[in-house]
């Protein structure tokens, strides 16, 4: 019997891209996986829930507790409306949306013929233009 308690599945279609990730990605998936691994470890769900008036009074302990890598959703009327996370946990998921983003481009790009060569060299021309 295995000592772990929860299971990372990936179905078929994330399995393919997450072999195709660049390894700082890949490395960001692996600590969030890590991290959920912790907490779970740990006793706790993944997320601390708190009510808003909660957070208001508790908010020193919360702080705390972000140092500490632990992640808060606050809700409001028994729904979440912000989560307090971590500040390298941000700047992870940052990364990835940019990187993300990068990758959309590149797919449009691909789809449409055009280099990124030539993106590059008539966002130069159009910004020296609007210069003048």
């Known amino acids: 019997?295995?000592?772990?308690?929860?299971?990372?599945?990936?179905?078929?279609?994330?399995?393919?891209?997450y072999e195709k990730l660049d390894n700082s990605?890949?490395?960001i998936v692996d600590k969030a996986i890590e991290?959920?691994?912790?907490?779970?470890?740990?006793?706790?769900?993944?997320m601390k829930t708190m009510s808003v008036s909660?957070?208001?009074t508790y908010f020193?302990?919360?702080a705390r507790r972000a140092e500490e890598q632990?992640?808060?959703?606050?809700?409001?009327?028994?729904?979440?409306?912000?989560?307090?996370?971590?500040?390298?946990e941000y700047l992870n998921l940052e990364r990835m949306k940019h990187f993300l983003a990068v990758k959309d481009l590149?797919?449009?790009?691909?789809?449409?013929?055009?280099?990124?060569s030539e993106l590059h060299r008539e966002?130069?021309?159009?910004?020296?233009?609007?210069?003048n």
């Open 35 to 46: 991290v959920a691994y912790y907490n779970s470890y740990r006793g706790c769900l993944y």
């Open 106 to 116: 590149s797919n449009i790009l691909k789809d449409s013929g055009i280099t990124a």
């Open 70 to 88: 632990e992640s808060i959703i606050v809700e409001k009327k028994g729904e979440p409306v912000l989560v307090i996370i971590p500040y390298q």
């Open 1 to 17: 019997m295995s000592n772990a308690r929860f299971k990372v599945i990936f179905a078929p279609e994330a399995a393919i891209e």
């Open 54 to 56: 909660q957070a208001k």
């Open 25 to 27: 990605v890949i490395s």
């Open 60 to 62: 020193l302990e919360i």
């Open 123 to 131: 966002s130069r021309r159009e910004l020296e233009h609007g210069r």
